[in-house]
Every structure is written in structure tokens, then in C-alpha cells.
T-cell receptor
């Protein structure tokens, strides 16, 4: 059984740029959730995808968007990057309403 | 708004001593309650969930709906329990899945 993987491990972007983060879900999981974890804080829910549709969304602006593909992998896209977007981005996969399995995260730094 | 309070940012206890990590939540509806743990250099992982009522690694958590608390307890702490612990309710709102709502976490350090 393959666990949740995320890429890249870390990256540096400039304010105003766009970024795409990727997540491969654990085998058999059809639900992917994304979280943002700022330094010293707990993860904050961004959104969740189930069978390629957005299934729920946290308090994040529309410049945070996502996709889920037929193989249940997922992307998180952030447009017009701001300095406050610097954080660890976590992806978690699961069956619906079941335990979420987290990936190692992508560390994004916006300068 | 959904909110989780973990009042202790850092909790240090000696090996063999009892441990209690506090969690209070404010959540509309009837959420399911989880504790997640992150050991050093490892990814976030589930420690226990309320509905399973299992004791994992000696930890238990009591849900008190009246006080909206879900405190995590262990009678005898072990050095390998040193980690970051997050309380996280989960539920649905009118807009769909809410995702896990994490507290800021408690850093538990077990001293030898």
C-alpha cells in the first residue's frame, strides 16, 4: 500500500506569482483534503475533493483553487501569491467520512 | 464559527507521570472528535477517534458534550510519547464537508 505523497518538497516563489502543488492519494482513497499550516499554528482546512468535485471549502479566498483527477490525485493552485501564503501545505486522502492520512507536506516560501 | 482551544502550548512531565492534554471545542452540530499526533520528523497521523472508543498507545479521550471538551489522557507517560498533539473535530455544515478543524496543538515533552 502506497502512502500519500506530495511534490515538490519545498519551493520558493515571488509575491504575485502562481504556484501548483501536487498530491497523490493513498491507494483506494477517493477523497482528498488540503490544509495550510502556518508556523506555530495547527493546519487550517482549505478544501476537499470527492470524485473530482469540490465537496467542502474552508475560509480561503477564490485564488486558492484545486483539481482532482480520475486517479484521485489532486492539485492545489494558488494565484497572486502573498507573503502570508508562506506555509506548509498538507494533503490528506481518505474514504469519505473516514480517517485522513496525511502526506509529508510542501513547504512554500513567498518572498 | 468552529473553534478548538488547546490551552497548553507546551506541557512537560516526567516519565511515569500521568498526562492530560486539554481540548475544548465550539462546533455547530454534532462533530466527530479526533486526536492527531506528529512525532519528530514524521507526518501527522491519527492517534484516536472518539467513535472507535479504542485506547491507542495507552491514550484515552473522554468526550464531554456538556462542557464541549475532549481531553486526552494517559496514566503513565513514556519518553516515546514526546510529540505535538492536535485536537480536531470534524463535521458537515450546509456548505459541505468542513474538514478537520485543528487546534494550535500542544507540544508534549516527556522528561526521563
Amino acid at each position: 500500500e502506497t502512502g500519500v505523497t506530495q511534490s515538490p518538497t519545498h519551493l520558493i516563489k515571488t509575491r504575485g506569482q502562481q504556484v501548483t502543488l501536487r498530491c497523490s492519494s493513498q491507494s483506494g482513497h477517493n477523497t482528498v483534503s488540503w490544509y495550510q499550516q502556518a508556523l506555530g499554528q495547527g493546519p487550517q482546512f482549505i478544501f476537499q475533493y470527492y470524485r473530482e468535485e469540490e465537496n467542502g471549502r474552508g475560509n480561503f479566498p477564490p485564488r486558492f483553487s484545486g483539481l482532482q483527477f480520475p486517479n484521485y490525485s489532486s492539485e492545489l493552485n494558488v494565484n497572486a501569491l502573498e507573503l502570508d501564503d508562506s506555509a506548509l501545505y498538507l494533503c490528506a486522502s481518505s474514504h469519505p467520512q473516514d480517517e485522513q492520512y496525511f502526506g509529508p507536506g510542501t513547504r512554500l516560501t513567498v518572498t | 464559527a468552529q473553534r478548538v482551544t488547546q490551552p497548553e502550548k507546551l506541557l512537560s512531565v516526567f516519565k511515569g507521570a500521568p498526562v492530560e492534554l486539554k481540548c475544548n471545542y465550539s462546533y455547530s452540530g454534532s462533530p466527530e472528535l479526533f486526536w492527531y499526533v506528529q512525532y519528530s520528523r514524521q507526518r501527522l497521523q491519527l492517534l484516536l477517534r472518539h467513535i472507535s472508543r479504542e485506547s491507542i498507545k495507552g491514550f484515552t479521550a473522554d468526550l464531554n458534550k456538556g462542557e464541549t471538551s475532549f481531553h486526552l489522557k494517559k496514566p503513565f507517560a513514556q519518553e516515546e510519547d514526546s510529540a505535538m498533539y492536535y485536537c480536531a473535530p470534524w463535521g458537515y455544515s450546509g456548505g459541505g464537508a468542513d474538514g478537520l478543524t485543528f487546534g494550535k496543538g500542544t507540544h508534549l515533552i516527556i522528561q526521563p
